[in-house]
């Protein structure tokens, strides 16, 4: 009964809300549509009985949708769903950002304050020569940009016309070469090994010597021109080397400075040793094969011990690292060994290493006849300069250039050198002063020291052999062995 004469009061009230509400729009149409204070009343009653009326009855539940086929997104207090959008073309691309209405070439008068604005791609910068919010380009800017930019282009093009040119010039050569020094294998295995004493002198082998030999029988050929008049077998060499390790687990164990049984103090070996530790880990850096870990190591390592056993008088000089390692890259351990320590019994490399600075200075004096011969201007300028030989020549005879020059370089010139012996030394000495005449002629003598102690790290073999070429060891008809002795027997 309560429920029953509730909604009568509810009809009734409606009905008077009704009743009003048409007289209301009668007095409205008098006074020209405009509204009244009584008329803003009737419309808050008119809100009031609706608020009512949705109390009473309950409100639909929305049926759950599925879950979204969209990863949601993030913002900064909590996730909300990501915006579905639609693969753009490179023209929608380029619309993004401009209001309705607006070409993309007028300035834009506001900006976008959307929050879902999204950022022009680098394709469409690629595209798109002028931003949107920018003023268009005037015709003459237009044109003079489109100029520098067909000049780019047509540069860029040049640039890669010219590297692809050099490549193919690069590879062609490669090939060339290739072909030559398969050639020149066949015939150093088959004619010229085989009868090796009678062929060594002639014509045709010098000159197949000079274009340098195939690295296949690089090693075998050294091994034949250096010889081995100290008769060293391979049986020596391990003997030697057993008398190295079992030195160095000596002096690992003790200190104590005792006299060995060549009469070399425990001191002096034990420099010895960390010489050759040092020097091994500075030879051929960039290749990393005679560091420690590295594959050569050892062998270096062995080669070099077991020679400061064999020549204690000599012992181990700052610089052998370096030839030993060109001969180990080249032939077998005991080879190696056996023309490491034949190689350096040779009267020059001998002087050198023992340091005895009057036959090193007689060297010197020999090379500058030659010098002076070849090249005068630069021999005068190191002259007024006060340069003398020693100053670069030491670095270049200690390691046989396999420390100045690149190791294919230097691997040529140790060709020749095996065949015309300390001869080519001296002369390649000259084939790169002759090399870089120009450039010494404009340095001082600090700078033309560090020029000549660090060669530049490009040097061909092509045009330093034919500087040393054009560097022939004559003295009026005075050959180098001649001027050499002349030198060594004054006093």
């Known amino acids: 009964r309560a429920g029953r004469d509730l909604v009568e009061m509810e009809l009734a009230a409606v009905n008077t809300v009704v ?69 753009k073309d490179s023209r929608t ?75 193919r010039k690069e590879m062609k050569e490669r090939f060339k ?6 050639n020149a294998m066949v015939v150093w295995n088959n004619d010229i090994l085989p009868n090796w004493e009678n062929t060594r002198n002639t014509r045709r082998v010098r000159e197949l010597w000079w274009q340098g030999l195939p ?18 077998t391979p049986e020596l ?24 049984d060549d009469g070399a103090s425990l001191a002096d070996r034990e420099s010895s040793l960390d010489l050759i530790k040092l020097d091994i880990s500075r030879t051929f850096p960039p290749l990393f094969i005679f560091q420690k870990g590295g594959p050569y190591h050892d062998l270096l390592h062995s080669v070099l011990g077991a020679y400061t056993c ?48 009057d036959l090193m200075l007689k060297y010197f004096a020999a090379f500058e006849v030659f010098f002076e011969e070849n090249l005068p201007r630069l021999f005068n300028h190191f002259q007024s300069s006060n340069l003398t030989p020693d100053l670069y020549l030491i670095d270049w005879i200690f390691t046989l250039y396999s420390k100045s020059l690149p190791l294919d370089v230097a691997c040529r010139v ?24 120009d450039v010494l002629l404009q340095l001082d003598f600090i700078r033309s020291a560090q020029f000549l102690t660090r060669l530049p790290e490009d040097i061909g073999s092509d045009r330093l052999f034919a500087c040393i070429a054009a560097a022939p060891m004559l003295n009026g008809n005075r050959k180098w062995s001649q001027v050499s002795s002349s030198k060594q027997k004054k006093t």
């Open 19 to 87: 009743t009003v509400t048409s007289t209301h729009q009668n007095r409205l149409a008098d006074r020209g549509n405009k509204l009244s204070v009584s008329s803003l009343k009737i419309a808050h009653s008119w809100s009031w009985l609706f608020c009512l009326v949705r109390s009473l009855f309950p409100k639909k539940q929305r049926e759950p949708k599925g879950p979204s086929q969209n990863v949601p997104g993030w913002k900064l207090f909590g996730k909300v769903p990501a915006r579905e959008s639609a693969p």
């Open 93 to 167: 691309i380029q619309q993004v950002g401009v209001p309705a209405g607006t070409s993309p070439t007028q300035p834009q008068q506001g900006r976008r304050k959307n929050l879902e604005f999204e950022p022009l791609s680098t394709t469409a910068l690629i595209l798109e020569d002028r931003p949107a919010n920018l003023p268009a380009k005037s015709v003459e800017e237009a044109q003079r940009h489109r100029q520098e930019y067909d000049e780019m282009v047509a540069e860029a093009k040049k640039r890669e016309l010219k590297e692809a040119q050099r490549k």
């Open 177 to 182: 070469q290739e072909e030559s020094i398969a």
């Open 215 to 232: 690295p296949n029988v690089r090693g075998k050929v050294w091994s034949l021109a250096i010889g081995n008049e100290l008769n060293i």
């Open 237 to 260: 060499y391990e003997i030697f080397l057993s008398r190295a390790k079992e030195r160095w687990r000596s002096f690992s164990e003790t200190g104590s400075e005792t006299e060995a």
């Open 310 to 357: 064999y020549r204690p008088d000599v012992g181990y000089v700052q610089g052998m690292s370096f030839i030993a390692a060109v001969l180990i890259l080249n032939l077998e351990e005991a080879d190696a060994f056996i023309a490491f320590a034949n190689l350096l019994n040779k009267p020059c490399q001998l002087a050198f290493f023992r340091v005895d600075h």
């Open 414 to 437: 140790w060709d020749v050198f095996c065949r015309d012996g300390e001869e080519f030394l001296f002369r390649t000495g000259l084939g790169i002063l002759r090399l870089y005449e």
